[in-house]
Nanobody, 125 residues
């Protein structure tokens, strides 16, 4: 079992930055793909970014490319999401999720087995 906890959410003005952290317990991230998802009011849960720590591959939602960066620290068993140039459209609850390692990129929320409780990100314009 993997237990995930997010931190770093908050309120920021448009153009500002936040760094989200996802820390795991129970198992290391070495054998998992770890992703960030978000869900805004009235919207479906949406893929944001994922990192495959075994192969160090990353993938991003098109609308966050160039603004968001996902990274991992294996020693701390933590994955980060650095969010720059934030927009009002980024406002959502952000969730960390994990699934067993696969060489195939998967973005569907239903394919991820473990989830954190989420952290609110609010961007004001």
């Amino acid at each position: 079992q993997v237990q995930l906890v997010e931190s770093g959410g908050g309120s920021v003005q448009a153009g500002g930055s936040l760094r989200l952290s996802c820390t795991a317990s129970g198992r290391t991230f070495n054998n998992y793909a770890v992703g960030w998802f978000r869900q805004a009011p009235g919207k479906e849960r949406q893929f944001v970014a994922v990192i495959n720590l075994r192969g160090s591959n990353t993938y991003y939602l098109d609308s966050v490319k160039g603004r968001f960066t996902i990274s991992g620290d294996n020693a701390k068993n933590t994955v980060y999401l650095q969010m720059n140039s934030l927009k009002s459209e980024d406002t959502a609850v952000y969730y960390c999720a994990a699934r067993s390692y696969s060489s195939v990129f998967v973005s569907s929320p239903t394919s991820y087995d473990y989830w954190g409780p989420g952290t609110q990100v609010t961007v004001s314009s």
